[in-house]
């Protein structure tokens, strides 16, 4: 059964930073490709990051971000512990949300159709 836990969601204010986790239990972890969406109350699920399967070193990842956090939020994963991160920066009272993992087997983890798993969602509230 696969699983996908976030954490490190939590209250900042405008302009701080913080760090998502998503520890994943998917025995082929390096297969899939990663993902971080958002959805604030009222709107749909939106595309945030994503970072690409399989590749044998961090340069040769490929990374996508949405224009909106484009230069304020880095996406990483670390295969051996089978784990996808979200640095966020320079955080927006508009970044407020429920940040959700996914991973995606077939796809780039970019569409909300190509995802495979969902996480159960972590909320960042960014104050003003």
């Known amino acids: 059964q696969v699983q996908l836990v976030e954490s490190g969601g939590g209250l900042v204010q405008a302009g701080g930073s913080l760090r998502l986790s998503c520890a994943a239990s998917?025995?082929?972890?390096?297969?899939?490709?990663m993902g971080w969406f958002r959805q604030a109350p009222g709107k749909e699920r939106e595309f945030v990051a994503a970072i690409s399967r399989n590749a044998i070193s961090r340069n040769s990842r490929s990374t996508y971000y949405a224009d909106s956090v484009k230069g304020r939020f880095t996406i990483s994963r670390d295969n051996a512990k089978n784990t996808v991160y979200l640095q966020m920066s320079s955080l927006k009272p508009e970044d407020t949300a429920v940040y959700y993992c996914?991973?995606?087997?077939?796809?780039?983890?970019?569409?909300?159709?190509?995802?495979?798993?969902w996480g159960q969602g972590t909320q960042v509230t960014v104050s003003s």
């Open positions: 996914a991973a995606a087997f077939g796809g780039t983890a970019q569409a909300l159709g190509s995802i495979d798993y």
């Open positions: 998917i025995r082929t972890f390096s297969n899939y490709a």
